[in-house]
């Protein structure tokens, strides 16, 4: 019941109620029984229409009127067949009793589309059904079956997109507060845009106009939404980007890294992208060592999902180094091949060609590994890593050789110009208005004008958000944490002071490389993937991330820190199971087994997404405790892992039991909570 | 603030199949399985469903079944799969799923989907994507999902995506909480999450907030307890439920009850129905409100349900 106030019922309301009661029950028996022996006469297809004037949304009710509609067209007379007439005011009468039906409910799905169907049947005229629109779409402008029964119309009668296009305008016009004609309208504007019809390409022109048409809205009452998902979709429409690129590459073109001899010279390379791609084969990208071509490469997606798509792609590659005793250098060369194949998730081609190389050293291995002694995250472990080292000068390397397209202000000319007019324009409307859209569109813009640049002003802007509209903070805050992000990254001013090296240097490998350290940043949430594909160390503890999704894009992770966050689940840790490179990792004091509900249950492999399947070996492994949900996504995470040390406590689903079924998953565990395994 | 009326509400739930003698139940007779079904699951989630006679249902909601393998909203109604995931719930609800003939009822799903990957609801042909989660969480829950094609399936849903990252009923169709549950729950179903824009669409989802605490269906709408459970939902499984003000959607839902006679309403002093009271519960429940059963946001059954269904 919508809208219906509460009140108490007197025993005349019920007395009244279970006469209509009866009343109805009685042309539902008569009607079923009608139903179900295929009577199809006048006086049964008049109980049915009373029926449906009480009750629209009986369906099993319009299904018969359509049986009763075939039968009585194949069974007319040969007179009848001949007369046109006839047929039109069989279709007559079922457009009646479908108006009546929607007089009574107008948003009943089984009277519109019963509608659809009788008018498929042809001999319906166009103006007639565009006054029956006009005449809904008048009393509730925002009747989605209205909105979506023109469109079928316009379809169905060819009306042109231009025409209907003028339709929203009208409807617009007369009252902006119109998010069912906003959104027509963008849809109308996506086929025209396709079909690059006149007066909508080249698209600066109109969208300059569209600027213009929507602010009228938004600066009308900037509290109505209705403008500012348009707003937002003509930005989109300005800057984006139409085809998929990779934004960078593990390692970065130009760079040389160096490789220890050992059996097997292996190291991972990872293709990342600026949205989600199928289609990366060996086919598809082509990779030569030395001028020789590499064959039968298996390129993985970083991601969950079983049809093969990732914004990020990792390959093994094996060079094949025989001679044990000499050092060696590779050059190694990357290249889209048939580029075409490499298509957007949407099946838009990767139009542009690319290829990078890089140098590989294969070495004798200066530190070889002795052994592992347990990391500590603490502060006074780690130095900076100062402006002499040579690790500013590699950092550095990697750094240039990162290049990623969304630093670019904005390219051509006009869309700059666009931006910068509507910046000054929603600069002006913040001056007489302290509204939360003027403010985070703003945001939008800057971030899209030149990132760069705006950054202060765009983090300041998302602060005052947190403090003018408290319902969203998190959202403002999550967006602030990645401008924030954005700032550290972007420039290497700012990402030297986040490097840090591990002072009791031993001599294993981990402690040898950079840490990223970004803790205690109040972030609440992650991204940047593409800037930091170097990275093997990263300290993220002490912020409030709640997810770490992204995070799988760091193929050469070795050791995490993920302590005092907000992670509330096993699942949240999903992206692990893609770094097998990972040997020390710490998600001590999180909210893991706090929560009943579960946010990442879906983002997650797991068999309620069919993204993996169960696997019985679970139940021998956990024996008894199978049924517990936490271990068997602690199974399914930690299962495929090799740590050497984990520290865990602080949650609240990691008890003794819990910490037991750990060791026995990961045999390889030396530490675990600071306690030395035996 | 108000607190949950659990004992009206299930006594509540339990004396409409009672009462017949009214409109409301005439009115509804063609859509009881669903009732059964908002009503049953909201009964497990307050930890009262032993209070119903199983075998009882669980025959009933059987004999619902038509020899195509559908199932109608009554006995002696024509067989929507509408009609046919809540029967399949039900029978899930209380284990009972081996009672069913699964071949024969997933032809019958199965045989609904049509070239583009879309499904229609019966054989009658209407289209929409809410009809596809209908299918595809049916086939998930009776695992035959290999039956029908998934990624042309995907393909239509992800074509009625719109310009604020939600998604409407048909290619060109406006975004509506109700239909962006049913498309996002069922890329879930199929781990398909990545088709969405995630911080699009939360956003888009996170305003459905309204001064009041509660939450409308699209912009400029009032707000109504069921959107509780389509915007809740959605943003939880996209993970983005942390952009709306948690506390003041339990104080609007709370402030929906019939402190009375029990029940919930669409807004406070509406008349109830079974429909807002298992929204006013299932969004609770999402909430973490305590002493409340756990729900999944995507199969709309409690999580232990499908715990079992699913891990064992």
Redesign the interface.
Known sequence: ???????SVTPVD?HA??L???K??SL?TEF?QNH?NNIYTKEALEINAKLLE??P????A??YR?LAFEHNISSQSEAEKADSDHLKSIIDEELRVVENALRKNFKS?GAW?HR??VVSKGNSSTERELKLLNMFQKQDT?N?HA??YR?FIAGLKNISDENELQFTTDMINDNF?N??AW??R??LLTQLLEKKAEGFFPKEKFLTEEYEFVRNAVFTDPD???G???H??LLDQTVKVDMPIMVSSWPPCGSEINLPIANKVTFPVVLYFNE?VKGITSNTVLIQINDDEFKDIAWSPL?????G?GQAWVTHLTIPHEDLNSSKTYEVKIRSEDSREITS??GVSCSRIWSFSFRVSVCHDVHPDEGFERIMFKDENFSTIGKSLNKVQLLKSYFELTKSDDEQPASSNWKSEIIASEIAQYRELLTWADCKIGKRTLARLLMAHDAMTHVDEVLQLYSELMKLD???Y??YK?EHSLVLLKQVTSCMESLPKYCWQYKKSTSSNITESICLRLNSLSLSRIGRFERLLWVQSIDLSNNQL??I?GLEALQLLTSLNLSHNKLSSFTALDPLRFLKSLKVLNVSHNEIGS???D?????C???????VS?DPKFEEFANGDAKL?NF?EAYSVFGGLDLVQLDIVGNDGVDERFVSFLVKLLPGLKWLDGEELH | MKELATEKHTKYILQIEKK????????T???RINGAYWGLTTLDILNNLKAVEQDAVVSWVLSCQHESGGF??NT???P?L?YTLSAIQILTLFNKIQNLNIPKTSTYISNLQNKDGSFSG?Q???T?TRFSYLAICSL?LLKT?NKINV?KA?EFI?SCR???GGF???P?????AGQIFCCVGAL????????VDKD?L???L??R?VKSGGLNG?????P?VCYSWWVLSSL??????????KE?LVKFILECQ?FENGGI???P?????VF?TYFGVAGL??L?YTGLK?I????ALP?DV??RV???
């Open positions: 019941m919508h809208g219906r106030p509460r009140k019920e109620s279970a209509k009661a009866a109805i029950r539902q079923l179900h009480i009750n949304e009986f369906m099993t319009w299904n359509k799905y589309h659809v169907w925002r989605f909105w979506n469109r507060s998010y069912s959104h027509n963008s849809v109505d939404q209705s500012w998902f348009y937002l979709w989600f991601s969950m999902n079983k049809f798509s998730l949407s408290p319902p969203h998190q959202y999550d709640h997810s999704e929560h009943s509900v946010t990442r249950r879906y983002l492999s797991s068999p309620m997404s069919h993204t169960y949900v068997w | 017949t003698d009214n409109i409301e139940s005439a009115l007779e063609h859509l109608g909203g002696g109604h024509d929507h509408l019966d009658y042909g209407e929409d998930s999902l990624e995907v992800v719109n310009l604020d409407g009923c048909t060109g169709a406006e975004s509506h879930a179903i199929v781990g398909c999450l990545h088709y699009l939360g956003w888009w996170c305003e907030q699209r912009p400029e709408k009032l109504d939880i499984m996209i993970d983005r439920v942390g952009w709306i003000d003041r019939d309403s669409d807004r002093d509406d008349a109830v129905d807002h429940s999402l973490e756990a999944d946001p995507a199969y999580v499908i715990n699913f891990l064992e």
